[in-house]
């Protein structure tokens, strides 16, 4: 078995779009990821998304558009926290 490794800076992403899905607003822009994890660089925080969405546990919104402002926690996303928070 494989050992899925995590970045501080990963999970701080995770957590951010979390509090977004548990809100009425289900997505949230790549600014406010930033500003919410406290990382001034946009590519730092694409870095980690592109990451996370390469282990399906974000999309972006549109689905399939890389290159999108906007993205989403998926239901793997969540329960991927709800692990991390109980280990």
Do not use: C, Y
């Amino acid at each position: 078995m494989r050992k899925v490794v995590f970045s501080n800076k990963e999970i701080d992403v995770l957590n951010s779009l979390n509090k977004t899905s548990e809100s009425t607003q289900k997505t949230k822009a790549i600014a406010e990821i930033a500003s919410a994890v406290g990382i001034d660089s946009r590519d730092e925080i694409q870095r980690a998304l592109f990451i996370l969405e390469g282990r399906s546990l974000v999309e972006p919104e549109p689905a399939g558009d890389l290159t999108s402002n906007n993205w989403k926690i998926t239901s793997a996303g969540v329960k991927a926290l709800e692990f991390l928070a109980s280990s």
